[in-house]
């Protein structure tokens, strides 16, 4: 219908109004935006190669197998209010290294990743695979214990159930793997002449409820679907150049990730300013139940990378003289910015796993965000953002930021990330 608003308007629209109600708690900066902004400007190239698909140093039999190691990961990618637990652990890994640890071995350990298997995953399997332990040994008597449900027990029954409900869904629709269900849900948009970002982040969230993000937000609906727009991201400016199924024409219109990382990389850069009651709880370590706060600092880092990318644009407009080419229909200028303004102002494979790990850790480590040659070509024509200013989209700022706190860069252990637990979108 005409005048309806896409998802993605819905996202940048949401979260807009909530930045805007939670301004006493959760302020944008508007001098540290421009400094930021001038910051990503100098780093365009790091900051347009910094969506980089699976990190994962593997090879794949078919493009269905990658793309399914590829929709688990998204599927899976949350989990952070447990990184000091799950860091606890032997291998000393965050949520997502744990996540990437146990995709390698599943990988390499030739799993067929169809929908019986997912279907069947158990606790068990969330242990043998990622290494999680949801249950921890209680002394009852001298020499007596007992196994009870750990600090990490909510965790792997998230997990299962993503999965579980995944594979079923997969089951009931015919299909064997996540992977084919993603290449025939772009397929079906492509016949139908859709072959966009946000019809595909609609669809998928439509299919698969485990990445379905809206919450409820003083009685308005606050719309975030993170994962999917993370996925659709990587599908367009890695796999756009050698699948047209995938080279979505509106990846500007993508948000950025709206995740604990972001948060905190905005926040040590001075964007994100909090209320000192909020400060103090982040900063204390102490868990920020999922709620009115979380939910606005998220809204915020959407609205906040938004208005980086429209600054960087209006820097590189006043230092060349060049316009940037009109959006049209984009969020970010048609929903996002106006509200923005008033925001801101108011196992057997171990050792293999263990090798492929340190790879992929010493890949992202030594070449930074700079992507591979078929990265780079996929970009080419994906999105409207390559006009746009510095040629900068929402989900480069969102990933460049996450890249800053990589393991020998500027901000790594110089963060504080907030602690949500018990939730499945980040």
């Known amino acids: 219908m005409p005048g309806t608003l896409n998802v993605l308007d819905l996202v940048h629209r949401s979260c807009a109004e909530v930045a805007g109600l939670h301004a006493e708690h959760v302020r944008i900066d508007g001098e540290a935006v421009s400094q930021l902004a001038a910051e990503l400007v100098a780093a365009a190239d790091d900051v347009r190669g910094a969506v980089r698909g699976l990190p994962l140093p593997i090879k794949f039999s078919s493009l269905e197998q990658e793309l399914?190691?590829?929709?688990?990961?998204?599927?899976?990618?949350?989990?952070?209010?447990?990184?000091?637990?799950?860091?606890?652990?032997?291998?000393?890994?965050?949520?997502?290294?744990t996540l990437l640890y146990g995709l390698i071995g599943l990988h390499l350990g030739g799993a067929r990743?169809?929908?019986?298997?997912?279907?069947?995953?158990?606790?068990?399997?969330?242990?043998?695979?990622?290494?999680?332990e949801s249950t921890t040994e209680v002394a009852v008597m001298p020499g007596v214990t007992m196994a009870k449900p750990g600090p990490l027990q909510p965790l792997c029954k998230l997990m299962i159930?993503?999965?579980?409900?995944?594979?079923?869904?997969?089951?009931?629709?015919?299909?064997?793997?996540?992977?084919?269900?993603?290449?025939?849900?772009?397929?079906?948009?492509?016949?139908?002449?859709r072959t966009t970002a946000s019809a595909f982040v609609e669809e998928l969230v439509d299919t698969l409820p485990a990445f379905r993000d809206a919450v409820l937000f003083d009685g308005r609906t606050?719309?975030?679907?993170?994962?999917?727009?993370?996925?659709?991201?990587?599908?367009?400016?890695?796999?756009?150049?050698?699948?047209?199924?995938?080279?979505?024409?509106?990846?500007?219109?993508?948000?950025?990730?709206?995740?604990?990382?972001?948060?905190?990389?905005?926040?040590?850069?001075?964007?994100?300013?909090?209320?000192e009651e909020l400060g103090a709880i982040i900063d204390s370590g102490t868990?920020?139940?999922?709620?009115?706060?979380?939910?606005?600092?998220?809204?915020?880092?959407v609205i906040a990378c938004d208005r980086l990318v429209a600054t960087a644009a209006a820097a590189r407009t006043a230092d060349t003289g060049v316009e940037p080419a009109a959006v049209g229909e984009s969020a970010t200028s048609t929903a996002a910015a106006p509200a923005a303004e008033?925001?801101?102002?108011?196992?057997?494979?171990?050792?293999?796993?263990?090798?492929?790990?340190?790879?992929?850790?010493?890949?992202?480590?030594?070449?930074?965000?700079?992507?591979?040659?078929?990265?780079?070509?996929?970009?080419?024509?994906?999105?409207?953002?390559?006009?746009?200013?510095?040629g900068l989209q929402a989900v480069d700022v969102g990933a460049y930021l996450a890249y800053l706190v990589e393991e020998g860069r500027e901000l790594h252990g110089k963060v504080t990330k907030h602690i949500t637990t018990g939730i499945m979108a980040y």
């Open 342 to 390: 008033g925001a801101a102002e108011g196992a057997g494979e171990e050792s293999s796993v263990a090798a492929a790990t340190a790879a992929t850790a010493a890949a992202g480590a030594g070449a930074g965000p700079m992507q591979s040659e078929v990265q780079q070509e996929g970009r080419s024509g994906a999105g409207s953002g390559e006009s746009n200013g510095a």
């Open 113 to 132: 990743l169809d929908h019986h298997k997912l279907k069947s995953f158990s606790m068990y399997d969330i242990h043998q695979v990622f290494g999680i």
């Open 222 to 275: 606050l719309t975030l679907h993170r994962k999917a727009q993370n996925l659709a991201a990587d599908l367009a400016l890695v796999y756009g150049s050698r699948d047209e199924r995938f080279l979505f024409t509106d990846v500007d219109q993508l948000a950025a990730d709206s995740g604990a990382t972001t948060i905190a990389v905005l926040r040590a850069k001075g964007v994100l300013r909090l209320s």
């Open 161 to 193: 159930s993503a999965l579980n409900e995944t594979g079923s869904i997969l089951a009931e629709q015919g299909l064997k793997t996540p992977g084919e269900l993603l290449l025939t849900m772009a397929e079906g948009l492509k016949k139908a002449g």
């Open 68 to 97: 399914t190691l590829l929709a688990l990961y998204h599927l899976l990618d949350f989990g952070s209010g447990y990184d000091k637990q799950l860091a606890r652990l032997s291998g000393g890994r965050d949520a997502r290294e």
């Open 287 to 301: 868990e920020l139940p999922a709620g009115p706060h979380e939910r606005a600092l998220r809204a915020a880092a």
